[in-house]
Structures are given as structure tokens and as C-alpha cells.
């Protein structure tokens, strides 16, 4: 594997690992929604970064279910985005919807909802 795809195949684990943190935030979503003076949950940036950027973006869980039923879709705070490997689709000013380049694709498949690209 060349540096960039070796590059890729980290962020990308990186970015799953992420979304499996957030889909357990999701799951006890509602309680903290239900909490929270805005309605909104507050999930992990998907940037990926090596370690974790540490970053929270706060969604409402509709705008997190939309993410969620695209399996190459992640939500990272705005400037997070890679643009080498994904396309921004959709902005706030709290948090960028990222869709994956069809050459990363292969390295988000294993979506735990198997949801459709
Ligand atoms: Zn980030």
C-alpha cells in the first residue's frame, strides 16, 4: 500500500471507531435530549483524526439519524473535513456532513447498521 492509502485505511478505521462511540451516545440520545436545554445530543466529531480530535458537535437526533442512513456519511465540526477522502453534502455552524469519495468507500463498508451507500 502507498503512504496515502495506508494514510486512508488509518482515518477511516479511526472515523468507524467513532461512529460506534456515537451510536451508543444515540442510544441513550433520547434520555439526554429529553435533558438538554436545546434538544440537541451532543455526539463526537467522526474526523477520524489519529486519537481522537476530542471535538463534540452537538445534533438533534433527526439530523443524526439522516447521517446514519447513509453507511459513508459522518458528521465532523466544521474544518474537520479531509477533503482527499470525502465531499462536505450539508452545513451548519455546528457540524459539516461529510459523504465519502467513491475511492474510500471500501474502508467504511463494515457500517454496524449495513445501511445503503
Ligand atoms: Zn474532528
Redesign the pocket.
Known amino acids: 500500500m502507498s503512504r496515502v492509502d495506508e494514510r486512508f485505511v488509518r482515518q477511516a478505521r479511526n472515523e468507524a471507531l467513532f461512529r460506534e462511540v456515537n451510536e451508543r451516545i444515540a442510544e441513550i440520545g433520547e434520555a439526554a435530549e429529553a435533558w438538554s436545554p436545546d434538544g440537541t445530543v451532543e455526539f463526537l466529531?467522526e474526523?477520524g483524526?489519529e486519537g481522537g480530535?476530542g471535538?463534540r458537535i452537538r445534533m438533534s437526533l433527526d439530523a443524526y439519524e439522516r447521517v446514519r442512513s447513509q453507511d459513508d456519511r459522518f458528521a465532523?465540526?466544521p474544518g474537520?473535513e479531509t477533503l482527499e477522502l470525502e465531499r462536505a453534502v450539508d452545513w451548519t455552524d455546528e457540524y459539516v456532513i461529510v459523504d465519502k469519495i467513491p475511492a474510500a468507500e471500501p474502508y467504511v463498508e463494515d457500517d454496524p447498521r449495513g445501511a445503503p451507500s
Do not use: G
Open positions: 466529531c474526523c483524526e480530535c471535538a465532523v465540526k474537520h
